[in-house]
């Protein structure tokens, strides 16, 4: 059932309910972008949670999620529309001794001939749906200047078809791991999120959430474990997502507690550099063994 947001709380309420914890800026320009129609830019390390807002917001608003993954050399075919050429052959092929040139020409260049690509579904949707714009830093300048264009209009026109113009306004993310500098003209037009590591307490909730069967003193060392390792200085600190995966994990091999071999046979879920994995064992790793611990004085 569709949802109309009437505060920042019903927001942050909403996405709890469908399963994602947010932050509180994430909450207020959620809720921004649902009031003003303006595109969010979401921007932040991997699996910190960017592409699930998205998904959790469609599913809070009672939208359907229209996804563009974005990836080098995407063009308007893939992300627009495209003409059916197999079916326009076919047509013209069947038609060709009765109906005239004009007939057919008018006739394969209509709506029944077209292939809606992600953009255009979007648009062109009686419902509003979100529009995720997924990983927008893969793809080159020439289709963000594409992707503005419609963005600030919301509209596409088809040189055959004239102008399709957007019958409701979807909400839009567009999300970003920084691979490459976005232009400026493109964050002008966004409001902007930026998606970090999470606190610790914060951290503790969304790790209790994907895995409740988790005991709490086991779930609260992991979590404090993880923060210890991504202050390091690893190639890729471990995310959420790892957080995630390494309390399944955990959960699975029924850990009883995180001690120094635990962590030594389970570290690959959340560290995935070689070099890093030295760094963490040498680090983080020994800290857990019983012999630091009992050296460590009593408290
Ligand atoms: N605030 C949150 N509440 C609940 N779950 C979360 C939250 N943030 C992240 N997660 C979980 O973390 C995992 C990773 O999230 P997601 O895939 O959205 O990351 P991402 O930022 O899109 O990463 P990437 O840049 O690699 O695509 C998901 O399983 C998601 O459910
Ligand atoms: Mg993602």
């Known amino acids: 059932m569709a949802h109309e947001p009437s505060s920042v709380q019903d927001v942050a309420a909403g996405l709890r309910q469908v399963g994602y914890l947010p932050g509180e800026s994430t909450a207020l320009v959620s809720f921004l972008a649902a009031k003003l129609g303006k595109p969010v830019l979401v921007e932040g390390p991997a699996g910190v949670g960017k592409t699930e807002l998205a998904k959790a917001l469609a599913k809070y608003l009672g939208r359907k999620l229209v996804r563009l993954q974005c990836y080098e050399g995407l063009d308007e075919a893939k992300a627009l529309y495209e003409w059916n050429y197999r079916k326009q052959l076919l047509r013209i092929q069947t038609e060709a001794d009765s109906a005239g040139w004009q007939d057919v020409q008018d006739d394969i260049f209509g709506e029944d001939f077209l292939l809606e690509r992600p953009l255009m579904t979007a648009i062109a949707s009686p419902e509003p749906v979100v529009l995720l714009i997924d990983e927008i830093d893969k793809t080159d300048q020439e289709f963000e200047a594409m992707l503005l264009e419609l963005l600030s209009d919301f509209q596409i026109s088809i040189p055959e078809l004239g102008r399709i113009e957007a019958r409701t306004q979807p909400v839009v993310l567009l999300t970003s791991n920084n691979t490459r500098e976005l232009t400026e003209a493109l964050k002008r037009r966004c409001l902007y999120l930026w998606l970090d590591y999470p606190e610790l307490e914060h951290e503790l909730e969304i790790v209790r ?45 029924g850990a009883q507690d995180i001690d120094g071999d635990t962590f030594r046979a389970t570290m690959s879920v959340i560290v995935k550099h070689r070099t890093d994995i030295d760094t963490v064992a040498a680090r983080v790793g020994v800290k857990l063994d019983p012999a630091a611990a009992d050296a460590r004085p009593a408290a």
């Open 209 to 253: 959430l994907h895995t409740p069967e988790l005991s709490e003193q086991i779930t609260r060392k992991l979590v404090e474990v993880i923060h210890q390792v991504r202050e390091l200085d690893l190639k890729k600190p471990p995310s959420i997502a790892e957080s995630i995966d390494w309390a399944r994990a955990l959960l699975l091999l």
